[in-house]
């Protein structure tokens, strides 16, 4: 199995379909049910993902063997402060190793959009989430926002790259 990441602008087709999977699971998830297309219509415009871009943040797509797997997020936060978001693995990706390395890319990108902290929030229902998460470093923290849909909090200090180390 070959992963591979790249930073892609949000409205690239590719992008566009992995952001509204997402959120077709995500919303469905929480609210217990399939929702329409009309619902997911309106939550894609309420919770855009426009800045995901460069210098205010980017996206990631995941490949595994070459076809679409995942994506994930980054949001400037502050100058050493970058979030973590719109994490997703498609299902029949998961199981398969892709999430840690999907979240390690993000966080060399991070690196490199100036970020020394990488944070996130992540709900009550996303248990696998939270373990994923924890298991790969990050540790619970105040609360850093007042997201309705957030109830947990971590963050993980970002050590430098190893090409930027002397």
Known sequence: MTW????TPVD???????LREYLDEIASR???RQISDEELDAALEEHHSRDLTPPT???LLAWRDGELAGCAGLRVAAPD????TRVFLRR???GKGGAALLVAAAEDVAR???????????????VEARALYTRLGYETVEPFNDEPFAHHYFAKPLAPALSDRV
């Open 12 to 18: 690239h087709p590719d992008a566009a379909r992995l």
């Open 30 to 32: 929480f609210y217990g």
């Open 92 to 94: 029949e990706e998961r």
């Open 57 to 59: 943040g980017a996206f």
């Open 81 to 84: 402060i970058t979030e973590l």
């Open 112 to 126: 490199g959009l100036g970020a020394t902290l990488i944070r996130l929030d992540t709900r009550d229902d996303l």
């Open 4 to 7: 591979s990441f790249e930073v």
